[in-house]
């Protein structure tokens, strides 16, 4: 009987390793997915401000023209690798942390199995203890049997339990130091990127010949139009950073004017990407759609 309860004592700690797995690694999921669209808005409001800025840059002089133009190509550069992150974030962190549920709920259905199993041997037990004190000697013998069979169950279901969760408890340390992995990696490219082009937009903006645009202003303002030759734009087309940024704007504007015209999604997403919710259950657990844990 202390042998059952020493087994006892083991299932309970592998269920608390399982319940920790559900609980913290639902609460990964949906902070990373939160984490992931908060990203996609931050990049769809900077489109916006690209957008601003080219508008405004259309409507001043050549010399703020040619420099709010720079300025918004870079901005909208950064925008692409922002896109980029988001793309990796949802591909290599929060999808692979959705489908943890369903290795937590396998590994749960084992430990089911063996509490089935111990059950059983506890009920011969208590069988035979009975027979002991009561009956005959033959149906003695027959009930230990029947332990014996249970317990030998028991202990090969214990052993197979044991491999699973070890099995578990390694690939989720593995899994758990991949997603943090990927998740630093990816913010370490994006910033890296943009801070290149930031400096970029920096030297534009510290180039920018206020003196020579002012008195271009004054000129227009005392109608002495031809006194001052001005710089010519070596380019107006825009970049193609600029013209997916404007494409990314397009596609903003139409979802919002979905969401203004049905009633029935108060809160359509506001960006390009709709990255699905991590569905929890009680205490923050992941939970797979259809399933429960």
Avoid at 28 to 45: E, M, P, V, W
Avoid at 137 to 166: C, F, G, K, N, P
Avoid at 201 to 213: H, I, M, N
């Amino acid at each position: 009987m202390n042998i059952v309860f020493s087994r006892d004592s083991q299932v309970r700690g592998m269920d608390n390793t399982m319940t920790n797995a559900e609980k913290y690694f639902g609460q990964f999921c949906s902070l990373l997915a939160a984490y992931t669209r908060k990203t996609a808005r931050l990049r769809d409001k900077a489109d916006q401000l690209v957008k601003q800025l080219i508008d405004f840059a259309n409507s001043e002089n050549p010399e703020l023209r040619a420099t709010m133009r720079g300025f918004a190509e870079d901005l909208a550069k950064v925008q692409d690798y922002r896109q980029a992150q988001v793309e990796r974030l949802e591909t290599k962190v929060v999808n692979p942390l959705k489908l943890y549920g369903a290795q937590i709920k396998q590994t749960r259905a084992e430990i089911k199995k063996f509490k089935r199993v111990q059950s059983h041997e506890i009920k011969q037990l208590e069988k035979l203890e009975k027979l002991r004190q009561k009956s005959p000697w033959d149906r003695q013998m027959i009930a230990e049997t029947r332990v014996q069979r249970a317990a030998m169950d028991s202990s090969r279901t214990t052993l197979q339990l044991e491999e699973t969760v070890d099995a578990f408890q390694r690939q989720k340390l593995k899994d758990l130091q991949t997603f943090f992995s990927n998740f630093v990696t990816i913010e370490m490219v994006f910033h890296a990127k943009a801070l290149e082009v930031y400096s970029s937009a920096f030297q534009t903006l510290e180039k920018y010949d206020l003196e020579r645009d002012l008195q271009d202003f004054r000129a227009k303002m005392q109608g002495v139009y031809g006194h001052y030759d001005t710089q010519p734009l070596a380019n107006t087309n825009p970049s193609p950073s600029v013209l997916q940024s404007l494409a990314r704007q397009g596609t903003l504007q139409v979802q919002l004017c979905r969401a203004n015209e049905d009633p029935e999604h108060p809160h359509a997403n506001h960006g390009r990407f709709s990255l699905p919710h991590c569905v929890c259950g009680q205490g923050g657990y992941l939970m797979l759609p259809g399933h429960s844990l």
